[in-house]
């Protein structure tokens, strides 16, 4: 075991660190429980390239390490690239659940609550190709109809079905890149942070105090500061320091 | 005669004693605070002086007014077979002016020698003074009158007494604002004097109380007076010279009183921080260190870890909290427990605090747990500091997991041990350059399909219909020529080959599908397109045809029945054109 390792140093060492052999040697470095090595390397990969296994791995060192906050941005990450990757959403939902803040959000309709698991289920990607496989769909059946090959009826019914489809995942696609553009999200990092109701760092303008791992909606930003509302509407300033967006 | 001898040892015995002793000149003063209008005792001892002291008083006259005196009083005392001799002189001034005045170093002249008396100190303050109570007073006493909130100030009590005294009670000062730690002192009820000269009054003194105490609030505050019940032994009421009139008996009937001394109170000022205190700052004041460190270091999931730490130094100790100690969020943390252990030999309040959390891991790893931090206001640089402890590295080992053998037949739910995230995964990915997410070519390319499916069907079937209409069209023109060419050759059935290239000839000059034509389809088909005469010929030589093919008399228009079908399809083709 000990030689493959040097050898993968070596061999990184030759060769230049190529992406794979870094992913490699982080990989080894986490079987070796040097937690803080492998997330070295994993983040050095990670501000070059991205993959969810990548961002499922620097979780698991940054759990492994103690540092909730780190973990959950990395899952999370991982969860936006490939959000039905069972580990990842494991990891997440276990590491979640060490996170010390309990912030209820108001109760749903069951149609609304439904929908947005469906949204969060899917990448854009997906819903871009749903809506190809929609189009192929009622193209066929044009085809089909055009040839005589289908009853009208059935035609006419069938052509009904794919044309909503088509429009629902039209505006479930639209809804999803709205939500990824415009909506701007960070972990907190650091231990335990009090939320200010102004940026400015005083006693006495503390409102709340929120603790590692908790995901927060940034709204504005400052040179120094963000003005953070979490999921229950609660909001004030906190240091950019202690925030690491997603 | 024996006289005159008891006379001569006792005056060379004393000759010698005085011969043997030295001369001692002291002054003092009965009391050294007073207020204007009361008077001060003033006395000049001199101690084995063989005359009597005359002094030079004048340089007190300045600042005091001689009310009587000089009164000359002379004491002989005989002590374990030594005699001491004194002879005082006392004067009973009143102080002239307020403030702090001074009785000048005085000229005593005993016989030929001068000696110099010691200055002396007198407060004379404007108000009531002590003079009632100058033989017995309490002295409350602080280290300093101004204090940050938190800063120790140390309040010190102390008795003065002239008299012989036994404490009975003592009440100790209450004072609001403030936070108190009694520091060390003796036994209150049962003093240990010592004597003390102030500024040339002698005194018993001892310590009764000693406070550090911490302001809790901003302001002007007061410590409230200390109170004191005495029982004060008075001198003897009886006439000297009776027969109880000796230290024995004294002893047995000395009488006291119930006395209340009370002493002054004391006013601090406590001022606010010069600066605006750190978010974190708990109230420390002083001057600390802090260590953290934990009892074991290796250890597995479910197993205890105690976290100790040690917050030592100077200043308000135990009076504050730490900051919150933010652990890992895996770990199970149980409420401190703390003890303090006060540095008895220092008046500042020093010692060590010690924290201990009990931690329970619950799940593998390696952890570091967060330093701990202690943001105080020190007083000597007045300004907020921060110390730390160092990070403590944490490794937990997963748990023993007894290996699960069912000896059940039934089935039941797997049992759950221990809940761990999920293993990292070690294959090679397929890399996404950052932030430069693209749309897969197959996905683009079923829109591509779905378009085409729309759009291409349509052109096909109309290039077909133009095909075919284009194909039909160019046979038609060609039926003739095409006919001609075929009745040109000598086949060995002519009735069949001429029937069969009019009926081809038909067939593609009139767009005709069926193969199955006989001389009636043709007449129908021909009807109304060419003239009755030629239909009639053309339905003659079909007939002949089929005569021919299928009849006895065939052979009789053998020879010119192709040259005539060539002829009416001429003069058809004509026609239909």
Same mark, same amino acid.
Request: glycine share 8%.
């Given at each position: ?32 429980? /040097? ?11 990670? @501000? ?61 309709? +069951? ?26 769909? $009622? ?64 006693? /006495? ?11 927060? %909606? ?23 320091? /202690?925030?690491?967006?997603? | 005669?024996?006289? #005159? ?86 004067? !009973? ?5 307020? @403030? ?67 404490? %009975? ?90 006395? +209340? ?20 700052? !708990? ?30 130094? !100077? ?18 943390? +149980? ?89 990292? #995964? ?83 000059? $009139? ?11 043709? /007449? ?26 299928? @009849? ?26």
């Amino acid at each position: 075991m000990r030689y493959s390792f040097i050898l993968v140093i070596l061999s990184s060492l030759l060769f230049g660190q190529s992406l794979d052999s870094l992913f490699h040697l982080a990989n080894r470095y986490y079987d070796m429980e /040097e937690y803080y090595q492998a997330a070295n390397y994993y983040e050095k990969l990670s @501000g070059e390239v991205e993959h969810e296994d990548l961002y499922l791995n620097l979780g698991n060192a940054y759990f492994r390490m103690g540092e909730i906050g780190h973990a959950v941005w990395a899952y999370e990450k991982g969860h936006a690239l490939s959000p039905r990757d069972g580990d990842i959403n494991y990891n997440l939902s276990y590491v979640r659940s060490q996170v010390r803040d309990r912030i209820q959000g108001p109760d749903d309709l +069951f149609f609304l609550s439904f929908y947005r698991a469906i949204l969060e289920k899917l990448t854009i990607l997906d819903l871009i190709t749903l809506g190809g496989l929609l189009f192929i769909g $009622l193209g066929g059946l044009y085809v089909l109809r055009l040839n005589g090959a289908i009853s009208e009826k059935l035609g006419g019914i069938l052509n009904s079905i794919l044309l909503v489809s088509v429009v629902a995942a039209g505006w479930i696609m639209l809804d999803k890149y709205w939500d990824v553009s415009d909506k701007h999200e960070g972990i907190i990092i650091a231990s335990a942070i009090d939320v200010r109701s102004s940026p400015i760092a005083r006693g /006495e303008n503390v409102v709340f105090r929120i603790h590692e791992g908790t995901k927060v %909606e940034i709204t504005t930003a400052q040179p120094g500061w963000l003005e953070i509302i979490l999921l229950d509407g609660k909001k004030g300033w906190v240091s950019a320091e /202690e925030v690491r967006t997603l | 005669m024996i006289r #005159r001898i008891l006379y001569w040892i006792f005056s060379s015995t004393l000759q010698a004693g005085f011969i043997f002793s030295q001369i001692q000149v002291t002054a003092s003063i009965d009391v050294n605070h007073i207020s204007k209008n009361e008077t001060l005792g003033f006395k000049i001892v001199a101690v084995n002086a063989d005359g009597t002291p005359n002094v030079d008083i004048s340089p007190i006259l300045n600042e005091f007014k001689i009310i009587s005196g000089p009164a000359q009083q002379t004491n002989i005392q005989w002590v374990n077979g030594a005699m001491t001799s004194s002879r005082s002189l006392s004067w !009973t001034l009143l102080a002239k002016k307020e @403030g702090k005045l001074n009785i000048p170093s005085l000229n005593v002249t005993i016989g030929k020698q001068i000696f110099r008396t010691n200055p002396i100190g007198i407060l004379v303050e404007k108000g009531a003074g002590r003079a009632q109570m100058a033989n017995l007073f309490i002295e409350a006493k602080s280290d300093k009158e101004q204090a940050y909130p938190g800063e120790q100030v140390t309040i010190t009590y102390r008795l003065f007494t002239r008299l012989n005294l036994s404490i %009975e009670d003592i009440e100790y000062p209450k004072s609001v604002g403030f936070w108190n730690e009694d520091l060390r002192v003796g036994v209150a009820q049962t003093p240990r004097f010592r004597d003390i000269q102030i500024q040339g009054v002698e005194y018993k003194v001892a310590t009764l109380y000693k406070a550090a105490m911490f302001p809790t609030q901003i302001g002007k505050l007061t410590v409230n007076p200390m109170t004191v019940i005495c029982n004060v032994e008075k001198p003897s009421r009886r006439r000297p010279g009776g027969v109880f009139d000796d230290p024995f008996f004294n002893s047995m009937f000395r009488e006291t009183q119930r006395q +209340f001394v009370q002493s002054d109170s004391l006013d601090i000022e406590v001022m606010p921080y010069p600066k605006t205190p750190p978010a974190d700052f !708990t109230g420390a004041v002083g001057n600390f260190g802090i260590e953290s460190w934990v009892d074991t270091s290796n250890v597995k999931v479910n197993e205890a870890i105690t976290f100790h730490v040690l917050l030592k130094g !100077t200043g308000n100790l135990n009076q504050f909290n730490l900051s919150e100690i933010l652990f890992p969020q895996n770990m199970e943390v +149980f409420p401190p427990t703390s003890y303090f252990q006060k540095d008895e030999f220092r008046d500042d309040l020093t010692g060590e605090q010690n924290f201990e959390y009990i931690l329970i891991p619950r799940s593998a790893g390696n952890f570091r747990l967060n330093p701990v931090t202690l943001t105080y206001f020190d007083t000597g640089s007045e300004s907020f500091l921060t110390t730390q402890s160092k990070h403590v590295q944490v490794i937990i080992n997963p748990g023993d997991r007894d290996v699960i053998a069912s000896t059940k037949f039934n089935r039941e739910d797997v049992d759950l041990i221990g809940e761990d995230i999920r293993y990292i #995964r070690t294959q090679n990915p397929k890399w996404l350059p950052k932030g430069k997410q693209s749309i897969p070519v197959w996905v683009w390319s079923t829109y591509f399909i779905a378009a085409a499916l729309f759009i291409f069907p349509g052109i096909f079937g109309k290039m077909k219909d133009s095909r075919i209409s284009t194909a039909d069209f160019r046979k038609s023109r060609g039926a003739l020529k095409l006919a001609l060419k075929d009745l040109s050759n000598n086949p060995d059935d002519p009735f069949a080959h001429t029937a069969v290239v009019m009926y081809r000839y038909f067939q593609s000059k $009139l767009f005709l599908s069926s193969d199955n034509l006989d001389p009636l389809f043709i /007449e129908i088909e021909l009807s109304g397109k060419i003239s009755p005469d030629i239909i009639a010929e053309t339905v003659s030589i079909a007939k002949i045809c089929d005569a021919g093919r299928f @009849g006895p008399d065939a052979d009789k228009s053998e020879d010119t029945l192709q040259k005539q079908a060539g002829e009416l399809l001429k003069k058809i083709d004509r026609e239909l054109v």
